[in-house]
């Protein structure tokens, strides 16, 4: 990283921490979201093995969605308040800019993570991943993180008040409630059903709870990695563009 993207990752993460509504949508929402599913209404659901080992791959994708508004707003703050033009001023990099929002959206939802699996491992979550698949698991959720935090940063972008720029991440965050994140995409009613079996987060989920358990699924991974992939490039140039359009 270069020392303007790092001076941004900097700025963004003061922000970040002064920020108490980002904080708890990135980290103490998932936490609730985890003792809510897993003690509230864990008995309900009928998955074969302990709830909690079944529910843990869903909430890390949860958890990578909560936090995603935070950058959406800081992106397009950023933007109408014509902090841009003064870095220009200062001479800093375009492309810093950007970076440094999706550095600190990683570092921010890493965070989260951490405390969500911390939970889950209190709750008795059980993996049965060797190191190797626990490298894997890693993998694909840096990977994931790494594709949403472009697209998010896109949609904050084109959003053309702060108010709508924090509304366009909402199909993000709903998302891994229709896939298989609570519940088997089997489990699920017609339609519902082939949504949840075919959207990005699912395979997403999938892999993870794949590798979590020991039985890893390469046509899941596969998956995973095509559509995390696809979508980083999608979130990419369509983040440069509007950004060149605007800046």
């Not at 979201?33 to 709830?51: E, I, K, N, T």
């Not at 959003?159 to 991440?169: H, I, N, P, V, W």
Request: proline share 4%; glycine share 8%; hydrophobic share 55%.
């Amino acid at each position: 990283m270069n020392t303007d993207s790092a001076i941004m990752l900097r700025r963004n993460l003061k922000h970040t921490v002064r920020n108490p509504v980002a904080l708890f949508n990135a980290i103490l929402m998932p936490v609730l979201m985890m003792f809510m599913f897993v003690y509230m209404l864990g008995g309900a659901f009928s998955v074969g093995d302990a709830y909690v080992d079944y529910a843990t791959p869903g909430m890390i994708m949860m958890t990578i969605s909560y936090g995603l508004s935070a950058t959406a707003m800081a992106v397009s703050s950023d933007m109408a308040k014509g902090i841009i033009n003064r870095f220009k001023v200062m001479d800093v990099s375009r492309g810093a800019v950007l970076t440094g929002h999706v550095v600190s959206t990683m570092l921010r939802t890493v965070v989260a993570l951490a405390a969500v699996l911390g939970v889950a491992f209190l709750m008795g979550f059980s993996p049965n991943a060797t190191f190797g698949q626990w490298l894997a698991v890693i993998g694909v959720l840096l990977l994931a993180i790494f594709a949403v935090s472009w697209l998010t940063i896109a949609l904050g972008l084109a959003a053309k008040t702060l108010e709508s720029a924090g509304f366009s991440t909402v199909p993000l965050i709903m998302l891994p409630f229709f896939s298989s994140a609570i519940v088997p995409a089997d489990k699920m009613g017609p339609g519902v059903r082939e949504f949840a079996e075919y959207q990005p987060f699912t395979p997403i989920i999938e892999s993870v709870r794949g590798f979590l358990n020991g039985t890893p699924s390469n046509g899941h991974t596969i998956a995973a990695v095509s559509w995390s992939a696809g979508i980083a490039v999608v979130g990419y140039v369509w983040a440069r563009a509007r950004f060149n359009k605007r800046a």
